[in-house]
């Protein structure tokens, strides 16, 4: 089993406020990721990263920014949040070697009113 | 680019029923394919995967095998519990495409008892 873990994992905020959503991984996995899941339930990748102090976007542009300063911690920011914002948010993990399976953390899901 | 489709849900079924979620996919590389589940207000979690063609991934009762010959992966299990309702993604991950996850829309299965 995979130890990823986000927090919080349910958050009801109000429009204009910042916001981080926190992402940790004890594997020592090299890669991370961000999705954000619609209620349609497709998923889209917004942001990756291949290692300390490498950050990429995903296929879907979004406001949001993430930092990855430490291998383990991956955290995404929305600087001020929109009620477009409003979804469930996963995080994933992957390691370089063999098939480079993402495992997934539990989710966040925010709601901006 | 690649690309995986999924049969759209939902998916009504009775206890014990067959399970069949068809999976096809386009890739232009060799890509390992996988099948993820996600419970109710929950993350994904890897249910199975199969890294080259012919092979059988299996895990808790279900099965897929990676057929190339038809750019297929569909999901089965001989009977099914009223835990098995859950959303299922068919996932493809090339590495001639940095092995970026590419998911399928989504099919919801609910099991009655």
């Known amino acids: 089993e995979a130890d990823i873990y986000q927090t919080p994992r349910y958050l009801v905020i109000g429009t204009g406020k910042k916001i981080t959503l926190e992402c940790s991984q004890t594997m020592g996995h090299d890669k991370m990721y961000w999705y954000q899941q619609d209620p349609g339930m497709e998923l889209h990748l917004i942001h990756y990263?291949?290692?300390?102090?490498?950050?990429e976007k995903g296929d879907l542009s979004s406001e949001s920014t993430v930092s990855r300063i430490r291998t383990e911690h991956f955290p995404l920011t929305l600087e001020s949040a929109r009620p477009s914002h409003t979804s469930q948010y996963l995080c994933?993990?992957?390691?370089?070697?063999?098939?480079?399976?993402?495992?997934f953390g539990p989710g966040t899901r925010l709601t901006v009113l | 680019g690649d690309s995986v489709t999924q049969m759209e849900g939902p998916v009504t079924l009775s206890e014990e029923a067959f399970l069949t979620i068809n999976c096809t996919y386009t890739?232009?590389?060799?890509?390992?394919l996988f099948w993820y589940v996600q419970y109710p207000g929950e993350g994904l979690q890897l249910l199975l995967k199969?890294?080259?063609?012919?092979d059988k991934g299996s895990n808790k009762g279900f099965e897929a095998t990676y057929r190339k010959e038809t750019t297929s992966f569909h999901l089965e299990k001989g009977s099914v519990q009223v835990s098995d309702s859950a959303v299922y993604f068919c996932a493809l991950s090339d590495q001639a495409a940095g092995n970026k996850l590419t998911f399928g829309g989504g099919t919801r299965v609910l099991v009655k008892p």
């Open positions: 990263s291949y290692g300390v102090n490498s950050t």
């Open positions: 994933a993990s992957s390691d370089r070697a063999g098939t480079d399976t993402q495992y």
């Open positions: 199969a890294t080259k063609a012919d």
């Open positions: 890739a232009t590389g060799y890509p390992s």
